[in-house]
C-alpha cells in the first residue's frame, strides 16, 4: 500500500477525531467558562490544517471515489472555514486574552470586534478557568498589566496597568471581608490611586469605598461618582469644575478649580457630599 495513501487516511481519522473533541469543548463551555491556553481554537485549527494537507498530500495516488471526493470536499471546507477562524478569530475576534496571573485567579480582557474594552476575573479550575462575575472596564485593549493581585482576607482584587492606557482599580471580591477590612481597603485605595497618576488622557481607574460601596469611575479627564445618585464631574476646563447630575430635577454646577481641591477618591467624594449635594456651586449653561 502507498504509503502517501496510508498517511492520508491517518490524517483523516485524526481530524475526525479532532473534530468531535472540538464538538466536546463547545458542548462543556457555557457563557463563565473558558477553557485554558485556547485550547478549542487550536484544536480546531490542527483540523483545519489536517483538511488542507490531506488533498495535495493525496494526488497521484490510488484510492476510493468516495475518499476522493472526501478529500476534495474536506479542502475546499478547511479553506472557507479557516480563512475567518485564523484572519477573524485569531486576530479581531480571539474575544479572551490572558493579560496576568495570581495563583488560582486570572485577569482575561474581554473583547473583540466592536466590543467595550474590559477586564475580567477567572479562577482556575483544572483546564477551565471560570468567570467570577468581577469585571472592570478600560479605555482600550493595549494597557500594560503591571501589577494583578487577589486579597482573600480583606476580601478584594486590584491591580494598575501602565502605559499606553494608565488603569488602575480597587474592586470587591467578598462584600463581608471588605466592609471588614474598610480601613485597610481605603489606604489601598489611597496607596494605588497615588501610583497612577488619573485624569490623564486615555487614563481609567475603578474604586469601590467599603463603607457603602458607593463607586467611582475615573474616565480620562471625566470622573463619575455613584452612590444614590449619580454624579458626572467634568475636570477638563482649566479654570472651573463642572457637575451634572439628577436629583428629581437635571442639575448642572459649576465650581472654581481652585476650590474644588484635590482630585484623589477621598477628596472627591467629600468635595460631592459636603458641596454638591448642598448646592454650593454656581448653575452652569450648556
Partial sequence: MDRRYKMVQYMVWAQLVLLAIVAAFVCLTGEDVMWRWDLPFWFLSAGLLLGLLAWPISRGTEKPMVLKWWLRIDFLFSLAVALPVWFLTG????SRRLCATYGDYVLYRQGGFM????????????????????????????????CFRVDTLKG??????????????????????????ANEVMNLIDSLWQAQPLLTDKSYGTFVFPDDFSTLRYTCEFVDYTDSTTFFIDYSSVDSVTVEYYDSVHKRLSFPRDSVGMHGPREIREFVNSKIRNGQGVKAGR
Avoid: N
Wanted: glycine share 10%; with cysteine.
Fill in 156 to 181: 478584594c482584587w486590584y491591580g494598575l496597568g501602565g502605559r499606553p492606557s494608565p488603569t488602575v482599580w480597587v474592586c470587591p471580591l467578598d462584600s463581608i471581608r471588605y466592609q471588614r477590612h
Fill in 91 to 94: 486576530l479581531v475576534f480571539s
Fill in 115 to 146: 466590543a467595550k474594552p474590559c477586564l475580567h476575573l477567572g479562577k482556575k479550575e483544572g483546564l477551565l478557568i471560570r468567570d467570577l462575575k468581577h469585571s472592570i472596564d478600560e479605555f482600550g485593549f493595549d494597557t500594560d498589566i503591571e
